[in-house]
T-cell receptor
Framework: NAGVTQTPKFQVLKTGQSMTLQCAQD?????MYWYRQDPGMGLRLIYY???????DKGEVPNGYNVSRLNKREFSLRLESAAPSQTSVYFC??????????FGEGSRLTVL | SQQGEEDPQALSIQEGENATMNCSYK?????LQWYRQNSGRGLVHLIL?????REKHSGRLRVTLDTSKKSSSLLITASRAADTASYFC???????????FGGGTRVLVKP
């Protein structure tokens, strides 16, 4: 049982480049989330999707876009990467208003 | 701003001792959750306590919730070196369907 799978695990970008972080879950969960974690700041919610076909902004959505492709997949896109987006990105999923299951993270560096 | 704030930010104890960390939050909640994160890994759910519950146990973990003070505590009894990790509280606000994380407590258990 894979749980939540994120790709890529590591990525280095130059300022202005674009990229998409992929996330897939195999637990038939309705809700999916993208968080970023910066040193000493805990996790901050970027976007979430309560169910297939819906997405909502979280605390720090600027500079990001998301797509809930189907029930399994939720992608995060950086259209024009900036150094301030250097972070560790976590995808998570949940059945409803309960426990979140996290992926192992995607470590992004923007030069 | 973060909904939950953990205290202390860091804690160092000897194996066998108890570790206590606290979480304060600002608005009414549906539930409060605690997560553990080992270095370089994703977060793992530990325990969920609902707003109408005051105390919950899971193995060596004890969580309390005081909604009048908007605070929660996590106690790890008889700590082990393997408990070395960062611990985060997360609040599910009464309105909405998303978790907000605090900055975490880094726990070091020395053998």
């Amino acid at each position: 049982n894979a749980g939540v799978t994120q790709t890529p695990k590591f990525q280095v970008l130059k300022t202005g480049q674009s990229m998409t972080l992929q996330c897939a879950q195999d637990m038939n969960h309705n809700s999916m989330y993208w968080y970023r974690q910066d040193p000493g700041m805990g996790l901050r919610l970027i976007y979430y999707s309560a169910s297939e076909g819906t997405t909502d902004k979280g605390e720090v959505p600027n500079g990001y876009n998301v797509s809930r492709l189907n029930k399994r997949e939720f992608s995060l896109r950086l259209e024009s990467a900036a150094p301030s987006q250097t972070s560790v990105y976590f995808c998570a999923s949940s059945l409803g208003r309960g426990e979140l299951f996290f992926g192992e993270g995607s470590r992004l560096t923007v030069l | 701003s973060q909904q939950g704030e953990e205290d202390p930010q860091a804690l160092s104890i000897q194996e066998g001792e108890n570790a206590t960390m606290n979480c304060s939050y600002k608005t009414s909640i549906n539930n409060l959750q605690w997560y553990r994160q080992n270095s370089g890994r994703g977060l793992v759910h530990l325990i969920l306590i609902r707003s109408n519950e005051r105390e919950k146990h899971s193995g060596r973990l004890r969580v309390t919730l005081d909604t009048s003070k908007k605070s929660s505590s996590l106690l790890i009894t008889a700590s082990r070196a393997a408990d070395t990790a960062s611990y985060f509280c997360a609040t599910d606000k009464a309105a909405g369907n998303k978790l907000t994380f605090g900055g975490g407590t880094r726990v070091l258990v020395k053998p």
